[in-house]
């Protein structure tokens, strides 16, 4: 079960937010202890309180470690909302090109939603869109964002979707997009994808409007396999594929470039729960599993998700987000005792 103990340490650069991103950040750092993950983190507060202290959002050193080490797990972040800051996930996504977001969301035997066989992969384009950040004010009663879609970003975000699909053995992928009305903007994504999906031919490709999307997603997730779409449809619909599993609180995600990659949990901050010592830490571990997936520390992110999974299924330290009643400490651990058994077993 646990790798080779002298297997080389990989530096993966660390952002810490704020919310109740140092409590699920603790966690990771105990589990990935526990597990003996030959990971080093390099870390950095970035955010608000950083901009207090130090006029910027994301200190440089950041930026450039992040630049050196190219991976990148981020605990989440506060955006202020209206006037003031930029998303930090929207500049990071941007500045570094880190164009595929890739969403799962699989049911959980240990959570009873609805709906148990969800098993659904979104692809969210990552860098342009009504994200795009071009806003203009015309008067004080009058404000305009403009929705950006080109062929080369819609192309690559199309290809990473059929390619996931053909290599992980999955059937279908359904583009998502309201060409109907946006029939420029959404009518080029909606024909890049047509173009992409020809090349292909072993993948069903087929396509909906946003809003049946949204209806048919709670009727039957189980008809939908990959979804491919837009920034901001990407957003809503992902937020509301991880309700389908049992909330944010066990989602993960990637935001994938050519050769730089940030990991982070679906879920924002959260203020209403933070210093209460109550968030659920899943959804952040399984992203640092799939960050561990992509330096090749599979064994590794193996062990931490099998731990998860038998903790989860036992049912008596979960978090009250899932209908348990264990703080996020006793959770973790929970977890850390689960790691050390299952070594212990594989020695
Ligand atoms: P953002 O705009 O950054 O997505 P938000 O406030 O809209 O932030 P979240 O921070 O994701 O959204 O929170 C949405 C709801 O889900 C809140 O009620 C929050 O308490 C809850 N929530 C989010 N993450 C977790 C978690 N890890 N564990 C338990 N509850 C969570």
Redo the contacts with the bound molecule.
């Keep these: 079960m646990r790798a080779t103990d002298n297997k080389a340490i990989k530096t993966v650069t660390f952002f810490m937010g704020d919310?109740?991103g140092p409590e699920?950040s603790d966690s990771v750092f105990a589990v990935f202890q526990a597990a003996h993950v030959p990971v080093r983190f390099d870390i950095y507060n970035v955010g608000e309180a950083e901009y207090n202290r130090n006029g910027k959002l994301i200190p440089d050193e950041a930026f450039a470690s992040f630049e050196k080490t190219k991976v990148l797990l981020k605990s989440?972040i506060?955006?202020p909302v209206g006037k003031g800051f930029r998303s930090l996930?929207v500049t990071m996504r941007k500045k570094y090109d880190l164009y595929a977001n890739f969403r799962p969301a699989k049911s959980n035997p240990a959570v009873v939603t609805p709906f148990p066989n969800t098993d659904i992969v979104t692809f969210r384009e990552n860098t342009e869109d009504l994200y795009a950040g071009i806003e203009e004010q015309i008067s004080d009663d009058e404000m305009h964002s403009i929705k950006v879609i080109t062929r080369s970003k819609s192309e690559r975000i199309c290809r990473s979707a059929f390619e996931f699909a053909r290599n992980c053995g999955r059937k279908k992928v359904t583009c998502i997009h309201k060409a109907n009305i946006m029939k420029l903007s959404d009518g080029l994504f909606l024909h890049v994808f047509e173009e992409v999906a020809k090349d292909y031919p072993d993948i069903i490709a087929d396509n909906m409007i946003v809003d049946a999307c949204a209806m048919n997603l709670v009727l039957d997730p189980t008809k939908f396999d990959v979804l491919v779409t837009e920034n901001l449809y990407g957003d809503i619909l992902t937020d509301l594929t991880s309700g389908l599993i049992g909330?944010?609180?066990l989602m993960p995600s990637a935001n994938v470039g050519t050769d730089m990659a940030m990991f982070e949990?679906?879920?924002?901050?959260?203020?209403?729960?933070a210093g209460k010592n109550?968030?659920?830490?899943?959804?952040?571990l399984w992203s640092a599993c799939m960050m561990l997936d992509h330096i090749g520390l599979n064994d590794y992110a193996d062990l931490i998700r099998s731990a998860i999974s038998n903790v989860m299924n036992a049912g008596v330290h979960t978090?009250r987000?899932i209908g348990g009643n264990a703080s996020t400490t006793e959770y973790t651990d929970a977890l850390v005792s689960e790691i050390k058994k299952l070594i212990a077993m594989a020695a």
């Design positions: 919310g109740i699920i989440p506060t955006t996930n909330g944010v609180g949990a679906v879920h924002g901050s959260a203020p209403d729960i109550i968030a659920n830490p899943t959804a952040f978090t987000d």
